[in-house]
């Protein structure tokens, strides 16, 4: 029942779309780091390069945001692509003569976020738009990222071996030249319409800002789930991330990382196969309950527990995370009028995103003063102590799906009333 409300030529089409880009995402790391260590560049320029992306990304998505609800979604989408496809194919030319300058790839790196920036906000009003069931359609594409979060780095490895990082790049530049392909040929159906919501008058860019910020403070469930998600991104994913890595590397090889993150990678395509299936009244608290297993991740490698145990914290990390993430990306979908969603979308990509760096940068600091095992293990704890704020908050773990039935007003005088 629920794919007939998900899969049609044209949701296939931007799944396809979502799918291969995010593979070309997943290999770019694999051919920055590669690429600049075989040009002479340390560890330091790898992390400038990646943060180029990131800070144009995360600086303007909000601003993306504004003009995704003032134009054609579909147009800016096949645009920021093309742009993409691009910046990707210059950067390839760089790495295949051997002339790599460090400016040159944060310049285009930089392009690339900022093109990003204009394609994400999109994405949030395009999935109502082509699927009856939002939460399926949320949920299959979890799975595809997950499926490329699995693949793209060992596909990225192979290429690295067989020519070089400029083979990556030129794969990664035809993953955006596909997905334009399939968004050029996908029919996007007109907008929602909301009755409850009046006919949008033409503003300026500034006024669209000001009343995408107020559609989002203006709901206590939103803006409180990203308050609290800065603590998470702080004490939790930030700190998780590069520590994981080291303590896993260190300890017990590259190989068994990458059997971690294999496990994460099936784990999250069991909560999109689970998200896919559970139908939950009150999504947010079903989500917060299942983004409690998070927190085994973290907690499994900071108590030094050896690889199995590590891999079974990943799986249940990646099962908990998907959940949330489909609960949470089709609650903004069905509970924020469609006239706004694309600025909401933007303000909640970049208040997520806000405080990652604040918590990455404080890791390192973190485990020389208490340890890495230790910043780990308060990691996982404070996994616990973020899902239990996020349910204390009445607007957020009472919030009702959009589509949930209205509740019954009990018997009608004089009707008798069948037991169930």
């Known amino acids: 029942m629920a794919a007939r409300g998900v899969w049609s030529r044209d949701f296939a089409l931007f799944f396809v779309a979502r799918a291969v880009a995010a593979l070309g995402h997943t290999m770019l790391p694999v051919a920055l780091a590669t690429g600049l260590l075989q040009h002479g560049y340390g560890a330091g320029a790898v992390g400038l390069a990646m943060a180029s992306t990131t800070a144009a990304f995360a600086g303007f998505v909000v601003f993306g945001g504004v003009v995704a609800d003032r134009f054609d979604t579909r147009r800016l989408m096949i645009g920021a692509d093309l742009v993409r496809l691009g910046t990707q194919a210059l950067a390839a030319?760089?790495?295949?003569?051997?002339?790599?300058?460090?400016?040159?790839?944060?310049?285009?790196?930089?392009?690339?976020?900022?093109?990003?920036?204009?394609?994400?906000?999109?994405?949030?009003?395009?999935?109502?738009?082509?699927?009856?069931?939002?939460?399926?359609?949320?949920?299959?594409?979890?799975?595809?990222?997950?499926?490329?979060?699995?693949?793209?780095?060992?596909?990225?490895?192979?290429?690295?071996?067989?020519?070089?990082?400029?083979g990556v790049f030129?794969?990664?530049?035809?993953?955006?030249?596909?997905?334009?392909?399939?968004?050029?040929?996908?029919?996007?159906?007109?907008?929602?319409?909301?009755?409850?919501?009046?006919p949008r008058r033409t503003a300026g860019f500034r006024a669209d800002l000001v009343q995408g910020w107020r559609e989002f403070s203006s709901r206590t469930?939103?803006?409180?789930?990203?308050?609290?998600?800065?603590?998470?991104?702080?004490?939790?994913?930030?700190?998780?991330?590069?520590?994981?890595?080291?303590?896993?590397?260190?300890?017990?090889?590259?190989?068994?990382?990458?059997?971690?993150?294999?496990?994460?990678?099936?784990?999250?395509?069991?909560?999109?196969?689970?998200?896919?299936?559970?139908?939950?009244?009150?999504m947010l608290r079903a989500g917060s309950l299942a983004l409690v297993g998070f927190g085994a991740f973290p907690a499994a490698v900071g108590a030094g527990f050896g690889l199995p145990v590590m891999a079974a914290g990943a799986a249940v990390a990646g099962a908990g995370m998907s959940f949330w993430s489909v609960m949470w990306t089709t609650?903004?979908?069905?509970?924020?009028?469609?006239?706004?969603?694309?600025?909401?979308?933007?303000?909640?990509?970049?208040?997520?995103?806000?405080?990652?760096?604040?918590?990455?940068?404080?890791?390192?600091?973190?485990?020389?003063?208490?340890?890495?095992d230790r910043v780990l293990l308060v990691a996982g704890a404070m996994s616990l102590v973020v899902c239990a704020v996020l349910l204390s908050v009445p607007a957020i773990r009472d919030l009702v799906r959009a589509d949930a039935p209205a509740p019954a007003r009990g018997p009608v005088p004089g009707k008798r009333v069948r037991d169930h």
Not at 242 to 260: C, D, F, S, W
């Open 221 to 282: 469930w939103l803006w409180g789930v990203i308050a609290v998600w800065g603590l998470y991104m702080i004490a939790v994913s930030g700190p998780t991330v590069p520590l994981v890595a080291t303590e896993v590397v260190q300890e017990h090889g590259p190989r068994a990382y990458g059997l971690v993150n294999s496990a994460l990678g099936a784990g999250t395509v069991v909560g999109g196969l689970l998200a896919l299936r559970l139908r939950p009244r009150r």
């Open 93 to 166: 030319a760089l790495f295949f003569s051997g002339h790599v300058v460090l400016w040159e790839v944060c310049a285009i790196g930089f392009v690339n976020g900022l093109a990003g920036a204009l394609f994400q906000p999109g994405v949030a009003s395009t999935v109502p738009r082509l699927a009856t069931d939002i939460q399926g359609a949320n949920g299959a594409i979890r799975i595809a990222e997950a499926a490329a979060q699995l693949a793209g780095p060992a596909v990225a490895g192979v290429l690295v071996g067989f020519t070089s990082a400029g």
């Open 331 to 372: 609650s903004i979908q069905t509970q924020v009028p469609p006239d706004a969603l694309n600025r909401i979308h933007a303000y909640d990509v970049a208040g997520s995103l806000a405080l990652m760096p604040v918590g990455q940068a404080l890791a390192g600091p973190s485990a020389a003063a208490l340890g890495a």
């Open 170 to 198: 030129t794969a990664d530049a035809a993953t955006y030249a596909v997905s334009a392909l399939c968004l050029i040929l996908l029919r996007l159906p007109p907008r929602p319409l909301d009755d409850s919501v009046p």
